[in-house]
């Protein structure tokens, strides 16, 4: 079988474990300058993966992840040998990151990307209020709540369940919106959106109660108000193992204890 690529580049993160690894792989399969390879080979945990995956959208960059971080959800494996082959047989999923554009409490403005999700916290002691619109139509005149996020199937195991949001298969062309600890209503657990949506969030009394925005690791403070929707012309690539593919630990995380 003919290989898919053509050069690698390996690129780790600041832990000890992921810059001997990048040693060791220099050494065995030699390295591409970044601007030439087709392939970037992350070795780190999720949050180098989340970072690679920023840095790679748009450039028809494939990332293969190998964990020498903690979690690695997003990682394949680590194993010197067989490299070639394991890239070669590897599942491609391509996706649209959701975009993030903020009105600020200083009268600027600002974009990012989440490839994981959009959050809302609070800035203070005090709960914040905030106004829910889909598409225009107001859905939640005032929600009171430390947080709320809007995640991507990629995201939600992250974040996302850690706060009791459904997990997504990765291929659902779904969204969820998921309160951190609602007030009022007390009720509302979140629901589950079409990924064509545009999501309006205003935020109430911004200056008796601050919020600030964040996309995966971009922190907007003090906004006022934040716009959220799936951008359709920016894409991010990422290449798992045939036999631990993404959906498949997708899926298997709703099983687990």
Not at 56 to 62: E, F, H, Y
Not at 67 to 76: I, K
Not at 192 to 208: A, M, Q, S, W, Y
Not at 225 to 238: E, F, L, M, P
Request: proline share 5%; charged share 20%.
């Amino acid at each position: 079988m003919p290989r898919t690529f053509q050069s690698l580049c390996f690129l780790a993160s600041t832990s000890p474990e992921a810059l001997a690894a990048r040693e060791e792989l220099i050494a065995l399969y030699g390295q591409a300058p970044q601007e030439e390879a087709d392939v970037m080979v992350a070795l780190g945990g999720d949050g180098f993966m989340l970072q690679m995956l920023h840095n790679t959208m748009n450039s028809g960059k494939r990332v293969y992840g190998m964990n020498r971080g903690s979690v690695g959800f997003l990682m394949n494996d680590y194993r010197v040998g067989n490299l070639a082959e394991r890239i070669d047989s590897a599942v491609e999923n391509a996706f649209h990151p959701l975009e993030m554009r903020t009105v600020n409490a200083d009268g600027t403005t600002s974009v990012a990307l989440a490839i994981n999700e959009v959050s809302l916290f609070r800035q203070s002691y005090q709960a914040a209020k905030l106004r829910v619109e889909i598409d225009g139509h107001v859905r939640l005149e005032e929600l009171i709540c430390d947080g709320l996020m809007v995640t991507t199937p990629a995201g939600s195991t992250a974040y996302n369940l850690s706060a009791h949001g459904p997990i997504l298969p990765l291929e659902a062309p779904l969204l969820a919106i998921t309160p951190v600890s609602a007030f009022r209503p007390r009720r509302w657990r979140g629901a589950l959106l079409p990924n064509k949506v545009t999501v309006d969030i205003t935020v109430l009394e911004p200056e008796k109660r601050p919020v600030n925005a964040v996309a995966d690791n971009t922190e907007v403070k003090s906004v006022l108000s934040v716009r959220i929707a799936q951008t359709q012309d920016t894409t991010a690539r990422i290449l798992s193992d045939p036999d631990r593919s993404w959906s498949d630990r997708i899926l298997a995380e709703q099983f687990s204890d």
